[in-house]
């Protein structure tokens, strides 16, 4: 790769319509909640009955409540959920977007170091023995480095995780910023079993999505 003396100030993904972004750096979590279901239900048709939008809405605060509350804990920048109210099935995904500076080697006598050689970083994750069923390799998004780690993560209710569900996450090295990552983790119980048909397609869909990251400059 090319080396890059600027920074970038941002990224842009081509999401479907029907995917809403969900900023968390601006409000409490019950401001963004707020804001969110007032968006969602704005794209109601004019046709569905009143009474079938209010347990529609409860469902969709419990399940906001639940990622907002889980991404706050991670430090997440935002959420992106899919919202459908037309009567179709409602996708239990989500897209949940962070950064971090990952430590990856440890001092012989003090505490980790922080490694800023992106090619480092991605060797020593995917040389780290994966546990059963995790896939883990490596390649470019928008001219980065990136690791793609593909897993299955057990229910945690403690967490608003009711069901085992499918994780995919995307750990791209931030250009002109040596030890930074972003971090896309891509979330979704299928259609009941984090395996099945509908899983499988949803993850193939994340990474057609992946394949439209860019990222932006001032």
């Known amino acids: ?43 109601a048709p004019g046709d569905v009955p009143r009474d079938k939008l209010t347990p529609l809405r409860l469902e969709v605060e419990r399940r906001l409540r639940a990622v907002v509350a889980d991404a706050h804990r991670t430090n ?15 996708l239990g995904a989500s897209i949940v977007v962070s950064e971090a500076r990952l430590p990856s080697r440890s001092a012989a006598d003090g505490p980790d170091v922080v490694v800023t050689d992106p090619v ?22 928008d001219g980065a480095l990136a690791v793609r780690r ?46 099945d048909d509908l899983a499988e397609a949803l993850v193939e869909w994340f990474d057609a999505l992946m394949a439209t990251f860019r990222w932006s400059w001032a």
């Open 1 to 43: 790769m090319a080396e890059v003396a600027s920074v970038p100030a941002g990224y842009r993904l081509l999401l479907p319509s029907d995917w809403l972004q969900i900023p968390l750096r601006q409000g409490t979590t019950a401001e963004i909640e707020r804001a969110v279901a007032a968006e969602v239900f704005a794209r």
């Open 76 to 90: 997440a920048l935002e959420i992106y959920l899919p919202v459908r109210l037309a009567g179709e099935r409602n």
């Open 120 to 141: 480092e970083v991605a060797a020593r994750l995917l040389s780290k023995t994966p546990g059963t069923g995790v896939d883990l390799s490596s390649g470019e998004v």
């Open 150 to 195: 593909d897993q299955v993560m057990a229910a945690d209710p403690g967490r608003g995780a009711e069901m085992d569900s499918r994780r995919v996450d995307y750990l791209v090295s931030v250009p002109g910023e040596p030890g930074l990552w972003f971090m896309a983790a891509f979330s979704t119980i299928g259609g009941g079993d984090p395996r």
